[in-house]
C-alpha cells in the first residue's frame, strides 16, 4: 500500500475540519457532506466532528443564527430561510430559536425586501399580484405580504 491509498490521519482530517470551519459557520451536515465528496469515510469523521461540536468549534446553533443574519440581509423571508436551513440538516427547536422575531420585525424585513425592489407603491391589481408574488417568493408569509403591500397603500392615498 502506498502512501496515497492510505487513509488520512485523524489529525489531517481534524485540521481539514478546522480550515473549513475557518472561512465560516457550517452546519453539522453540511461539513459532513464537504468531507464526504473529498472521499473521506463517515466512521472516520464522524467522531471528529462528535470532538469539534464538544469544543464548540462546530454549532447548529451558532450556524443557524449567521445564516439567518445573512437571509435577512439578503431580503429573505422566515419561509425560504426554514426550508434553506432544513436542506442543511438544521430543524426543529434549533431553527425556531433563530427565527424567534417579533410580527413587526418580520414586517419590517419585508417592507424593506419591497423598498429594495419595488420603491414604488402598486398602481393596478395586476401589480399589485406582482408585488405579492415577489415577496412570497423571497419567503414571507401570504399573511405579512397583505400587511405590507396593504401599509403601503395607504401610504400613497
Known amino acids: 500500500m502506498t502512501q496515497a491509498d492510505e487513509p488520512p490521519s485523524d489529525e489531517a482530517l481534524r485540521e481539514q475540519c478546522i480550515r473549513l470551519l475557518a472561512r465560516r459557520e457550517h452546519s453539522r451536515r453540511e461539513l459532513s457532506r464537504k468531507l464526504a465528496a473529498r472521499s473521506f469515510e463517515a466512521s472516520q469523521f464522524n467522531p471528529i466532528l ?3 461540536e464538544a469544543e464548540g468549534l462546530l454549532s447548529d446553533e451558532r450556524f443557524a443564527e449567521s445564516f439567518v443574519r445573512s437571509r435577512l440581509e439578503n431580503g429573505q423571508g422566515p419561509l425560504k430561510i426554514r426550508a434553506e436551513l ?3 440538516g438544521v430543524t426543529g427547536v434549533i431553527v425556531d430559536q433563530a427565527l424567534d ?3 413587526d ?3 419590517s424585513h419585508c417592507e424593506r425586501a419591497w423598498a429594495r425592489r419595488f420603491g414604488q407603491a402598486p398602481e393596478d391589481r395586476r401589480e399589485w399580484a406582482r408585488q405579492a408574488r415577489f415577496l412570497t417568493n423571497r419567503g414571507f408569509s401570504g399573511d405579512i405580504v ?6 403601503i397603500g395607504e401610504g400613497n392615498e
Not at 397583505?146 to 401599509?151: D, E, G, N, Q
Open 86 to 88: 432544513g436542506e442543511r
Open 101 to 103: 422575531l417579533e410580527d
Open 146 to 151: 397583505a400587511r405590507v403591500l396593504a401599509r
Open 50 to 52: 462528535d470532538e469539534l
Open 105 to 107: 420585525e418580520w414586517l
